[in-house]
């Protein structure tokens, strides 16, 4: 049974360009999470979703960032006009329920650097 | 709103001994979960222990163990036997859903 899966590991973009960073959660799970762990802090909390919903996007930045989780398909989570401070690692985790008591799974990371 | 608080950035501890990396939270849920991770140098999150708040027993999962004190709203992680893969970032981490992370306690294992 195939764990999180995220891709790219590792991701260079220049300012100003896109990064997509890609995510497919556990085999049963439908349930996706987004966090970022800025160099030498803990991971912070970024959106939740649902196939084909976004149910929390609190965490997220209101400009340039956005995410989605189709039907059919990994999650996605974009980032446009890339500058330096977006450097960081992007942690996915699945979980096959909100509640409270469902540990959540995560992915390996997408390490982005902008230069 | 809720909060996860480690207020040790570093730790040492000699290999084989017993060690207890602090976490409080606060939250006005009555439901919860406390969860502690493991990040290695390698990057990857390791699930290692999970408490609910409304277990009556602390948890435990082979060396680990979870010292839950719900009335001062603490939830410490005690690692026994140290080894040195121990040696890595821990994060306590607390649950209504999403997750809320801790600052984190780099924890070193000497030989």
């Known amino acids: 049974n195939a764990g999180v899966m995220q891709n790219p590991r590792h991701l260079v973009r220049r300012r100003g360009q896109e990064a997509r960073l890609r995510c497919s959660p556990m085999?049963?799970?439908?349930?996706v999470y987004w966090y970022r762990q800025l160099p030498e802090e803990g991971l912070k909390f970024m959106v939740y979703l649902q196939k084909e919903n976004i149910i929390d996007e609190s965490g997220m930045p209101k400009e340039r960032f956005s995410a989605e989780f189709p039907k059919e398909g990994p999650s996605i989570l974009r980032i446009q006009q890339v500058v330096r401070g977006d450097s960081a690692a992007y942690f996915c985790?699945?979980?096959?329920?909100?509640?409270?008591?469902?540990?959540?799974?995560f992915g390996p990371g997408t390490r982005l650097t902008v230069t | 709103a809720q909060k996860i608080t480690q207020t040790q950035p570093g730790m040492f501890v000699q290999e084989k001994e017993a060690v207890t990396l602090d976490c409080t939270y606060d939250t006005s849920d009555q439901s919860y979960g406390l969860f502690w991770y493991k990040q290695p140098s390698s990057g990857e999150m390791i699930f290692l222990i999970y408490q609910g708040s409304y277990d009556e027993q602390n948890a435990t999962e082979g060396r680990y163990s979870l010292n839950f004190q719900k009335a001062r709203k603490s939830a410490n992680l005690v690692i026994s036997a140290s080894q040195l893969g121990d040696s890595a970032m821990y994060f306590c981490?607390?649950?209504?859903?999403?997750?809320?992370f801790g600052q984190g306690t780099e924890l070193s294992v000497k030989p």
């Open positions: 985790a699945s979980s096959p329920s909100y509640e409270s008591s469902y540990e959540q799974y």
């Open positions: 981490a607390m649950k209504g859903g999403k997750l809320i």
């Open positions: 085999k049963g799970h439908s349930h």
